[in-house]
C-alpha cells in the first residue's frame, strides 16, 4: 500500500500517546508492529495487505486515544495514526469526522456536551443552554456544544464534560454554575450515584434489576455471594447445544426493538462450519429517552460480563466484543474493571472455569453515532470503518464481524439469559404472556412524578406503568406518551389501556422498541418536541443511501414550514412551501413511504414514525 501522509508532524506527546495504543492496545500483541519505509515522501508499508487489514481495527481506539490524552485529533496525530495503522489518510480521516466525540478542530482541554434533546428539553434544557452560551460569550464559544440525547432521562437535565488528560463525567439534573464551574475545576463529578430504580433498590419484584443498588458493583466476590457465576456453572454442565435449546424454548425475543427470537439467532451462529465466530453486546444504547442498559452496566456489570460469556460460550465463539456508548464513562470504568476481574480470577481466557474452552472480551468504545446502534454499522465501526450500515443478506448470523459468524445481542436481552439458564425455560415463559416472555424494563421519563427505571411483566397496561410512576407530575393532564423514543410513535390518553407487549403493541400499529416510556403533559411544547425529532434524524443518518439522506433533511424541512411557516425557507428548498397544508402532510406520508421502502437500514424506516403521529393525534398545531 502507498500512502501520501499529511505534511504535518505529529508531536512526540501525539506520537508517544498512538505508539502506546498499538503496542499495548485491544489484539494488538497478535497483529505485531509491521514495518515501514519511506521512498520520496511516501511511507510504503511491508507486510502486505493482510497484516493491514488486522491492524485497522485499532482505528478507533486510537482516535479515542488522542481524543482523550491530547484533547483533539490534530492533522499530524490523524498522519501518524494513518502510518502506524495503515490506513490511506482520507479514510483515517474519514472515519474521525464520522462521530460527534472526535474532534478534528483545536479546542479547550474541557467541553460541555448540553443536552438538548426531547427529554431534556421537556424539562428546561434550552433555558440552560441559553444561560451557558451567555454567560461564556463568544470567547470560550469552542468550550460547550449541544448534543443529542446522552441517556440520563430521568434526571434531565444532562451534561456530559469531555476533559482531556483527566476522566470524562456526567452532570445531571445541574443549573449554569455548576457546568461552568466543571469545566474548570475536574472535581465536580455526577452527583447522582445511586441506581434510579422508583420500585425500590433490593424490591422482590425485581429479577434483572434484583443485584442493582444491593450487590457492590466494583467486587466480584460480592457479585458471586449475590447469586453470580451460578449460570455460567450451569451452563457448563448443559453443554452448548443444552443452553440454547433453553433459550430457544424459554421464547425469549430481542429487547433491542427488533424483537427476533434470541434462541433462532444463536442456534444459526453455532451451526456456521466457520473456524471463527464472534459474540458482540451491543451496548451502544442511543435511543432518546432509554437508558435502561446504562443503569444495568454502571450497577450490575459483572452480570453482562456473565452472559456474554455464557452466550460465547453457547455460540462457539472466542473473542466477544462490547461496544459501549462513548457518553457512558461510569459504565465504561466499571466494565473494563468487571473484564480485568474476571480474567484474572479464571472465568475469562484461555481455560475459562477451568471447563476447557477460551472466551475472552473487549470492550470497544463509541465515539458518539446513534447509526452504530445498527448492528452492521457497530461491526464497520469496530473494524476502523465508518459506522454506515450494511446491506443486508449476507446477515451476521452468517457473515458478521470479521466477514465471520457473529451473534450480536444488546445488554437486557443478554442478562435475561442468566436466568433461563439456571430457572429453565419453563420458569422464564411461564412470566408475561403469550409470545411477549419474561419481565421488560421500561424507561420511564418526562411528566411523571417518579421517574426512573421500572421492571414489570409483559402484560402491565400503559396506565398501570404510569399510576405506578405516580401519575402525571404536579397533578396536570396527560397530553401524549412516546413510546419506543424518536423511532417510535406518540400515543395519547385514550391509550392507556394498552398492553405492553409485543403482540398488542404491534397491533396497536405502534412499537415497544428499546422500552422507553416517555410522558408529555398539557404545558409541552408538542411542536418543539416533534421538530427536535426531525432534527435528530436529519443530523443522525450517515447519509450513506439517497432515500434516508434526503428524506430526512426534506422532512424536517416540512415539518418546520407546517408549524413554523414564519421561518421560511432556504433558497433552493422545494420541500413544500407554498403548498396548502394537505398537500404538506401528504408530502410527508410520501417521504416516509419512501424511506420506509429503500432505506438501507432501520433509522431510515422508523424515522417518520412518531413525526405522523403526532399530526395524527393533533400533537402540532397545522392551520388547514
Not at 181 to 210: F, T
Not at 219 to 225: F, G
Not at 461 to 484: F, N, S, W
Request: hydrophobic share 40%.
Amino acid at each position: 500500500m502507498d500512502l501520501r501522509i499529511t505534511s504535518t508532524d505529529a508531536t512526540s506527546a501525539e506520537r508517544a500517546v498512538v505508539d502506546r495504543l498499538v503496542a499495548n492496545g485491544p489484539g494488538a500483541a497478535e497483529d505485531g508492529p509491521g514495518t515501514t519505509t519511506v521512498r520520496q515522501g511516501h511511507r510504503v508499508v511491508r507486510g502486505g495487505p493482510h497484516r493491514a487489514k488486522e491492524r485497522r481495527h485499532l482505528l478507533l481506539p486510537a482516535l479515542h486515544a488522542l481524543q482523550s490524552e491530547i484533547g483533539w485529533v490534530s492533522p499530524g496525530g490523524l498522519g501518524h495514526i494513518s502510518e502506524a495503522l495503515s490506513v490511506p489518510p482520507a479514510e483515517a480521516y474519514g472515519v474521525a469526522t464520522f462521530y460527534h466525540l472526535i474532534a478534528t478542530d483545536e479546542r479547550p482541554s474541557a467541553v460541555a456536551h448540553l443536552c438538548d434533546d426531547i427529554a431534556c428539553r421537556n424539562s428546561g434544557a434550552t433555558g440552560l443552554i441559553e444561560e451557558v452560551a451567555e454567560r461564556l460569550g463568544a470567547d470560550r464559544r469552542t468550550a460547550w456544544a449541544t448534543s443529542p440525547c446522552l441517556g440520563r432521562c430521568e434526571d434531565p437535565t444532562s451534561v456530559f464534560i469531555q476533559r482531556a488528560g483527566a476522566a470524562d463525567t456526567h452532570l445531571s439534573g445541574t443549573d449554569v454554575d455548576t457546568v461552568i464551574g466543571a469545566l474548570d475545576d475536574p472535581s465536580i463529578v455526577n452527583k447522582q450515584v445511586s441506581a434510579p430504580l422508583p420500585q425500590g433498590i433490593g424490591s422482590p419484584d425485581l429479577k434483572l434489576l434484583r443485584r442493582v443498588g444491593v450487590a457492590d458493583p466494583t467486587s466480584l466476590d460480592d457479585y458471586r455471594r449475590h447469586g453470580g457465576y451460578a449460570s455460567l456453572r450451569e451452563a457448563i454442565r448443559l453443554g452448548p447445544a443444552g443452553v440454547i435449546r433453553e433459550v430457544t424454548d424459554s421464547g425469549l425475543l430481542g429487547r433491542g426493538g427488533a424483537a427476533f427470537p434470541t434462541g433462532v439467532k444463536w442456534s444459526a451462529v453455532a451451526g456456521q462450519p466457520a473456524r471463527h465466530r464472534y459474540l458482540v453486546a451491543n451496548a451502544d444504547e442511543s435511543e432518546p429517552g432509554t437508558f435502561k442498559d446504562r443503569v444495568v452496566m454502571e450497577h450490575d456489570p459483572f452480570a453482562l460480563v456473565e452472559a456474554m460469556t455464557v452466550a460465547g460460550f453457547a455460540v462457539g465463539a472466542e473473542t466477544g466484543y462490547l461496544y459501549i456508548r462513548g457518553e457512558y464513562p461510569l459504565a465504561t470504568a466499571r466494565l473494563s474493571a468487571a473484564i480485568d476481574a474476571a480474567r484474572h480470577r479464571g472465568l475469562l481466557g484461555a481455560d475459562v472455569m477451568g471447563a476447557g474452552f477460551s472466551f475472552d472480551i473487549e470492550l470497544r468504545r463509541g465515539a458518539g453515532a446513534y447509526i452504530c446502534g445498527e448492528e452492521t454499522a457497530l461491526f464497520n465501526s469496530i473494524e476502523g470503518f465508518r459506522g454506515e450500515p450494511r446491506n443486508k443478506p449476507p446477515y451476521p448470523t452468517t457473515q458478521g464481524l470479521f466477514g465471520q459468524p457473529t451473534a450480536v445481542n444488546n445488554v437486557e436481552t443478554l442478562i435475561n439469559v442468566l436466568d433461563i439458564v439456571t430457572g429453565g425455560a419453563e420458569a422464564f415463559a411461564a412470566v408475561g404472556i403469550g409470545t411477549s416472555a419474561g419481565t421488560r424494563l421500561f424507561c420511564v421519563s418526562g411528566s411523571v412524578t417518579a421517574p426512573g427505571l421500572y421492571e414489570y411483566p409483559f402484560g402491565i397496561t400503559l396506565g398501570e406503568l404510569l399510576a405506578a410512576a405516580g401519575g402525571v407530575r404536579d397533578g396536570r393532564d396527560l397530553r401524549a406518551v412516546l413510546l419506543g423514543g424518536a423511532a417510535g410513535s406518540f400515543v395519547g390518553p385514550d391509550a392507556l389501556d394498552l398492553p405492553l407487549t409485543f403482540q398488542a403493541t404491534r397491533d396497536a400499529g405502534v412499537s415497544l422498541g428499546s422500552g422507553v416510556v416517555m410522558v408529555f403533559d398539557d404545558r409541552s411544547d408538542m411542536t418543539d418536541i416533534t421538530n427536535r425529532i426531525a432534527r435528530f434524524f436529519r443530523e443522525e443518518s450517515c447519509g450513506q443511501c439517497v432515500p434516508c439522506r434526503v428524506g430526512t433533511v426534506r422532512q424536517a424541512e416540512v415539518l418546520t414550514i407546517l408549524s413554523q411557516p414564519e421561518a421560511g425557507r432556504p433558497e433552493g428548498d422545494h420541500s413544500g412551501k407554498g403548498r396548502s397544508a394537505d398537500e404538506a402532510v401528504n408530502l410527508l406520508d410520501d417521504l416516509a413511504l419512501v424511506m420506509a421502502d429503500a432505506s438501507i437500514c432501520g433509522l431510515g424506516h422508523t424515522a417518520s414514525g412518531a413525526i405522523r403521529s403526532a399530526l395524527a393525534l393533533g400533537l402540532i398545531g397545522v392551520d388547514r
